[in-house]
């Protein structure tokens, strides 16, 4: 069946820093979408990526989706104390209904 | 209203109880979902209603239930439940013709 990878899991960053997660799926994905979680919290759609090689901002974050629409990747630069949570990728396969997350990556800054 | 809002928000019930958690959206979204999500671990999809028709059962155990009456509420019906179903379960919905998905807050279920 569909996988979806992220990683890293954890991500322990400095305030101010900058970092990217990473999401690969083993099939090709006519979408992919980014939720955030803050702890305690539910998952909050961020993004949805469609086109082959999108780019998209949104102020500190930059999200892209691969030429071959298997890969995506988010980037936070200058990371802030509101930053703290985990980040899902979640892709729907090419020809599919179903939406199935990636394992998450959890951020946590050190002031 | 951009809300979808879940009843209970904690439940702790034991092996032989029945219990309800109840979902309700008033968005006019007609894609209906639950989801269940362990500590530190994915949501994980169970049930998916599409104008209130079930269309994908994630081969979820009988004991888990899921009923939808209408377009805006969303039932998932608890039986005899085992202690290791204790998770966050998730209600999300989705509009027509779009892709994302609105969570509601969950309900943190504790099996004794």
């Known amino acids: 069946g569909q996988q979806v990878m992220q990683i890293p899991q954890y991500q322990h960053v400095q305030e101010g820093e900058d970092f990217t997660t990473y999401c690969n799926s083993s099939?090709?994905?006519?979408?992919i979408q980014w939720y955030k979680q803050r702890p305690g919290g539910h998952p909050v759609f961020l993004i949805q990526?469609?086109?082959?090689?999108e780019v998209k901002k949104q102020k500190r974050l930059t999200f892209q989706f691969g030429e071959a629409k298997k890969n995506s990747s988010l980037h936070i630069t200058a990371t802030q104390t509101t930053d703290v949570g985990t980040y899902f990728c979640?892709?729907?396969?090419?020809?599919?209904?179903?939406?199935?997350f990636g394992g998450g990556t959890r951020v946590l800054v050190k002031p | 209203d951009t809300e979808v809002t879940q009843t209970p928000k904690h439940l702790v019930m034991g092996m032989t109880n029945k219990k309800s958690l109840k979902c309700e959206q008033h968005m006019g979204h007609r894609a209906m979902y639950w989801y269940k999500q362990k500590a530190k671990k994915p949501p994980e999809l169970m049930f998916v209603?599409?104008?209130?028709?079930?269309?994908i059962n994630e081969s979820v155990p009988s004991r888990f239930s899921p009923e939808c009456p209408n377009s805006s509420l969303l039932n998932l019906h608890l039986h005899a439940l085992q202690p290791e179903d204790s998770a966050l379960y998730l209600c999300?919905?989705?509009?027509?013709?779009?892709?994302?998905?609105?969570f509601g807050s969950g309900t943190q279920l504790s099996v004794l």
């Open positions: 999300a919905s989705r509009g027509t013709g779009v892709e994302k998905l609105f």
């Open positions: 990526l469609v086109k082959s090689g």
């Open positions: 979640a892709g729907i396969k090419a020809a599919g209904n179903k939406l199935t």
């Open positions: 099939t090709t994905l006519s979408n």
């Open positions: 209603y599409s104008y209130e028709k079930l269309s």
